[in-house]
């Protein structure tokens, strides 16, 4: 008698296939994501920097200007002594002392214009280190996702790569934080 040939066996082996096909799609998505994730890693982890930089420079800034108006008070106070000491000694120069009292208001309206030269420094500092915080955090979260994407690729467990999108989440979110005015 004639067996009868049941295509089943063609059949587990398209199964088969299919399976592995979702399988490599998986580890095609993981590997696309951690791609995404690098990219935006690189560009948070630039603008982090130039942030960081920024806030020296300005920093940099102020403290000459801080600099500089430490000079002019000295130079005011010298102004304000010599003056004092004309006084004392009775000279009767007048002109000195006019001298003097126009030299120290001048230095108090040069110390207004550093000081404030100063401060807008300063501030500008402040600004770009509130934008380097975020960016760095940002640059953290998107390596930690690419390494955890990574064992999960290494592990074939899909639970670690959706941790891993949630920490891109977290990283674009400090992203656009560390990015709006």
Known sequence: MEEIEVPTE?????????????KEKWILYVALSTAFMAVLAA????????????????????SDQW???????????????????????????????EDHQADIARYDKEKAEIKKSAEE???????????????A????????AIAVSAIAILTRRKKLWYAG????????????IGVLP
């Open 43 to 62: 560009g948070a982890g630039l603008l982090a920097g130039h942030h960081a930089n920024e806030a020296l420079i300005e920093r940099v800034k102020a």
């Open 67 to 97: 600099n500089f108006y430490q000079s002019k008070n000295i130079k005011q106070e010298i102004a304000i002594n010599t003056d004092k000491i004309l006084h004392i000694l009775g000279n009767k120069q007048d002109t000195a002392i």
């Open 10 to 22: 063609h059949l587990h082996e398209e199964i088969q296939e299919k399976a592995e096909e979702q």
């Open 137 to 144: 955090s940002a640059v953290t979260a998107f390596q930690i």
């Open 165 to 176: 999108l949630g920490l891109t989440v977290i990283g674009i979110v400090f992203f656009i």
């Open 121 to 135: 420094a300063e501030k500008q500092s402040e600004e770009h280190l509130g934008k380097h915080v975020p960016l």
